[in-house]
């Protein structure tokens, strides 16, 4: 594999092609509430209902298609805190594949559970002692596995990309071509192949990564000019951006396509959860919610602008979710 790897129009429209008969195209909301409050016009793509809760099936799905009959019968494996597990699960499950996915003992309930009721092997590590990309690389070597990481992997990248080029399509169809575009970051899977995916329907988007406070590593390494490591110490509600540094093969790509990193603190991404759920009828998962808490927060100025946004993940315990909602 090449150090650098970036999908183009035809292998993303490959993965749109190959995707489709299980993925959901997920439709663009408004919210007339949020327009005015921002004097802009935001388009929101609640990826949230995509099967298996969230944008990661696109990435699980391109991966799992395109292996060959010998692998499939070896099987998958990956680590993941929740959302790339429960989407390669649920992957598996659809096409008849074994799947042994890896999570930290602290992963959230709800993510541990659906993968195991996707009928995956669910093996806890404890991040302090174990290093999870070891513990893969074994199962994989002992059972024939195929490893599929949660975003540095070019299959991964170009099936997110489809989701940049699903959007920008349809923010064109609503005469509404994108001005600027927020995704969520954590190894920066999903920016770097959406921002390739929005590029190729509109070049001149400006394209934001959104992380947590103390999580920053994309915006760091934007900045820098070169992978930085964030401090990553302390905690956040957004069990899944918890990644310190990007990805080797995500950060170039974003280095060439971002215009810049916004960063949210754990009480915007609470205020965005409550707004998302009274205001727009969605459940969102702390993760999923960090480009609208960018927007309410006023990290970007967005005022007479047409911006996208997507909600990325709607995986989350009912308890944490309503000590969210209710949290004043």
Known sequence: MS????PDAVLIAAARERIAPYAVRTPVLESPALNRQLGARILIKPETL????????????????QLTPEQRAGGLVAWSS?????????VAKELGIKATILMPQEAPRTKI??????????????KTKEVREEIGAQIAAETGAVIVPPYDDPYVMTGQATLGMEFAEQAL?????????????????????AACGVHCVTSATRIYSVEPE?????ARSLEAGEPTRAPATGTSICDALLVPIPGKLTFPVCKQHLAGGLRVSDAEVMK????????????????????????????????GKTVGIVLSGANTDADKFATYVTAQ
């Open 214 to 218: 103390g999580f920053d590593g994309m």
């Open 50 to 65: 995509q099967r298996a809760g969230s944008f990661k099936f696109r990435g699980a799905l391109n991966r799992a298609l």
């Open 82 to 90: 929740g959302n790339h597990g429960l989407a390669l699960s649920y």
């Open 173 to 193: 169809s609503l005469g509404a071509p994108l001005d600027d575009a927020l995704f969520a970051c954590s190894g920066g899977g999903l920016v770097s192949g």
């Open 113 to 126: 559970e659906g993968v195991r009721a996707n009928g995956a092997t669910v093996r806890l590590y404890d």
């Open 272 to 303: 965005a959860i409550r707004f998302a759920c009274t205001e727009l009828k969605l459940v969102v998962e702390p993760g999923g919610a960090v480009p609208l808490a960018a927007l309410l927060a006023g990290k970007l100025d967005v005022k």
């Open 3 to 6: 150090a650098h790897f970036e």
